[in-house]
């Protein structure tokens, strides 16, 4: 696999340790596990740690390196009792496998005169008074330092350099797995992740204007009947139409009793003869 200029991220509230146990399922195929890696330290002045924090981004690697921070506050005494002004220069962990420890350093050494030595990293003693450390056995490691800035021959911590917790810095030397770490932490530099933008609403139109609508004038017949009063019903109860129908029945008579018109009915109703001719 070609080494590739890296792109660097930063992930919060981890150690070094933290990152290598879960490396493989951070990085896939990236992260070799059989790597031979090494931690080293690296002094530079203060205000060039924004530039180491990015270092990365400039130089060609193949494996992620893991870098933290450490600021010495009670252990600060003893750095002056060794001659070193420990306000002068930030104190960067670095932890890389061996076959890109060359490149990395290669630029810092021979265009910057950066010094090498070694050193001796030892837990701070108990004397000191700090309220949480864990002791750990001596270690001989690489330092790599500015040449404007004194030599250290020890270097007191609270914890193993694998173990300090703050924020990480990953150089990561593929773009495929830096996609990776953009969903996992803020990208520094050029790569920073920005959180987008709310889309601005768009403005609404105000609703067109109704024309009113004009009442429709009713046809002539509805006005009239509308108009006109009504009037009360003439229809009747079917009980009234029964009791109307039997009155106008005629009830038959017995046969003979018609009685049979008297004579000065019947001469009522001859007609008088008419007058005769003379």
């Not at 990236?30 to 270092?55: F, G």
């Not at 193993?160 to 990953?170: D, N, T, Y």
Request: charged fraction near 20%; charge should be negative.
């Amino acid at each position: 696999m070609g080494a590739e200029m890296g792109i660097t991220a930063m992930i919060p509230d981890m150690t070094v340790g933290q990152l290598m146990n879960e490396a493989s399922a951070r990085w896939g195929e990236i992260w070799d596990p059989h790597a031979t890696r090494m931690t080293l330290l690296m002094l530079c002045p203060r205000k060039e740690r924004k530039m180491m924090e990015l270092h990365g981004d400039m130089i060609e690697h193949g494996q992620p390196v893991i870098s933290v921070f450490h600021r010495p506050r009670a252990e600060a005494h003893l750095l002056k009792e060794q001659g070193f002004d420990p306000r002068s220069a930030s104190f960067m962990f670095v932890n890389i496998a061996t076959a890109d420890m060359g490149p990395w350093m290669q630029q810092l050494i021979n265009n910057e005169g950066w010094l090498r030595n070694s050193i001796q990293l030892a837990s701070t003693p108990f004397s000191v008074g700090l309220p949480s450390q864990r002791p750990f056995e001596a270690v001989q490691t690489l330092c790599f330092r500015h040449p404007s800035l004194s030599a250290l021959e020890q270097y007191f911590l609270p914890f193993p350099a694998e173990s300090l917790p703050g924020k990480c810095f990953v150089s990561l030397p593929r773009r495929a797995a830096a996609e990776m770490a953009r969903q996992q932490a803020e990208v520094l530099g050029v790569g920073r992740l920005e959180k987008p933008a709310p889309p601005e609403p768009e403005p609404v139109a105000p609703p067109a204007p109704v024309p009113a609508q004009q009442p429709r004038e009713a046809p002539a017949a509805e006005a009239k009947s509308d108009a006109a009063p009504e009037s009360p019903s003439n229809e009747s109860l079917p009980g009234e139409d029964e009791n109307a129908a039997a009155e106008q029945a005629e009830v038959p008579l017995p046969p003979g009793s018609t009685s049979k018109a008297s004579p000065e009915e019947e001469k009522e109703r001859v007609p008088l003869p008419s007058a005769s001719a003379p």
